[in-house]
């Protein structure tokens, strides 16, 4: 285990973001049955051994899975949603495949800072704090397929070292400027919330947003705390927001603003990958904490890119079981599973959808990086439950064998 988190490091100190070992490679048809939302999802009576949730009306309903049906939603619908990441061109050809398995969306790209952030209109609008986003046609494909087809959406996200551009840091919002103070950047972060916040709600005012990535991507592997400070776009996996702020406030100044500008139903999270490895799975618990006591945040996301040789499926339920400590919701985010036997992917995620559905009443979204492997950030290695042309793969079918009995 040593010797391969150690290649671990090595692999992403040299590339920034890395997951270990890269190489090795009818309960509703639309909206979910249980409320997304933390506190609505709780036990039925003070002995925590009763496996049930509460649905709208406040009727429990005992955790199970179907057996009865081809579709994840519907297979997990009274454990949690089921989600999968969605870039706009999938839904020329694969939209009906999506309304078929899942109940959230997360768009893929569409709504990363380097996306929506709009440098002429901020910088045009001149008071070197106004930050101005902006919705192109393809992130309005996806946010508009997510409104027209009631599907709730996992907004992803505001605070990243990566796919942020180094103006939103300087001086009237230029390239050429120099970095701003953490007060400007204090207002120009708020700014970037409320009003992405305001977009989607002018634009899209019948969207569901029902949860939210506010800060992305946090914390080094090593148990090292923050990013180290400086450009991503320069020195891969250093952070613009630690060199702009000595200390945490631009994570807590972050749910502050969200709190305040997200719709009341919309729950914040605190996402993030190797979320597994142990010193890095305390970092992102001491802060959810810190988060937690400040009332700010609702749950932590684990991201989940995984591969078969690593981490093995007791570290990773050691991980969630920290999380579920501090209780907050938690939500699988991005699962993907990278592999070079099919056999052993598939015995692989069936394991992680058997832990997320005994866990069901702490966890109330699980998401797919993606729906078919030629489509997958990671296609070089097949991580996905489908194939091309959504062909059904073992992975597929094993988490379709999953039964009451493996749930107990
Ligand atoms: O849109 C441009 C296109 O104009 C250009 O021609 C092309 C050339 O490379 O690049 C296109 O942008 C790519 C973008 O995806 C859209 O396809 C970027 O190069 C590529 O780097 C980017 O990759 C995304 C990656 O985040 C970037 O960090 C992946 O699609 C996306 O799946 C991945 O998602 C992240 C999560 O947000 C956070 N957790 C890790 C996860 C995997 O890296």
Request: aromatic share 12%; proline share 4%; net charge negative.
């Amino acid at each position: 285990m040593k010797q391969k988190l150690v290649s671990c490091f090595v692999a992403m100190s040299m590339c920034g973001f890395l997951i270990p070992f890269p190489s090795a490679d009818n309960m509703s048809m639309s909206n979910p049955v249980i409320k997304n939302n933390s506190d609505n999802k709780t036990h039925t009576s003070d002995n925590s051994t009763d496996n049930s949730l509460l649905i709208d009306n406040n009727t429990p309903v005992q955790i199970s899975v179907r057996e009865d049906t081809k579709f994840l939603k519907e297979k997990f619908g009274s454990c949690f949603s089921v989600g999968t990441c969605v870039s706009p061109h999938e839904l020329d050809t694969g939209s009906e495949f999506i309304l078929n398995h899942f109940n959230s969306i997360t768009p893929e790209n569409e709504l990363k800072p380097d996306t929506i952030l709009n440098q002429q209109a901020s910088e045009l609008y001149g008071n070197n704090v106004n930050t101005q986003v902006f919705f192109n046609d393809n992130v309005r494909k996806t946010l508009k397929f997510c409104e027209d087809n009631n599907i709730p959406l996992r907004g992803h996200t505001f605070v990243w070292h990566s796919q942020t551009p180094d103006w939103f840091f300087k001086e009237n919002f230029r390239y050429d400027g120099a970095d701003v103070t953490p007060e400007i950047m204090n207002q120009r972060l708020e700014n970037f919330i409320k009003n992405t916040f305001e977009l989607l709600a002018t634009d899209f005012p019948n969207l569901k947003v029902y949860a939210y990535d506010v800060c992305n991507e946090l914390f080094e592997n090593n148990g090292g705390g923050f990013r180290k400070p400086g450009s991503n776009n320069l020195s891969m996996g250093k952070s613009y927001w630690t060199k702009i702020y000595s200390d945490d406030s631009f994570v807590i100044n972050a749910f502050t603003y969200a709190r305040k500008y997200a719709p009341k139903d919309c729950k914040l999270y605190i996402n993030d990958f190797n979320e597994y490895i142990p010193a890095k799975t305390n970092d992102i618990y001491n802060m959810a904490m810190k988060l937690k006591d400040l009332g700010l945040i609702d749950g932590i996301g684990m991201q989940s890119h995984l591969d078969t040789s690593y981490p093995d499926i007791k570290t990773y339920e050691n991980a969630l079981n920290k999380f579920i400590s501090t209780g907050l919701d938690v939500q699988i985010t991005e699962l993907d599973i990278t592999c070079t036997d099919f056999a052993v992917q598939g015995k692989y995620f069936k394991d992680i959808f058997t832990l997320a559905a005994k866990n069901a009443e702490h966890i109330s979204s699980f998401t797919l990086w993606g729906t078919h492997d030629s489509i997958s950030w990671r296609n070089y290695s097949n991580p996905l439950l489908f194939g091309a042309n959504y062909s059904e793969k073992e992975a597929y079918k094993q988490v379709m064998s999953i039964t009451n009995a493996d749930i107990k």
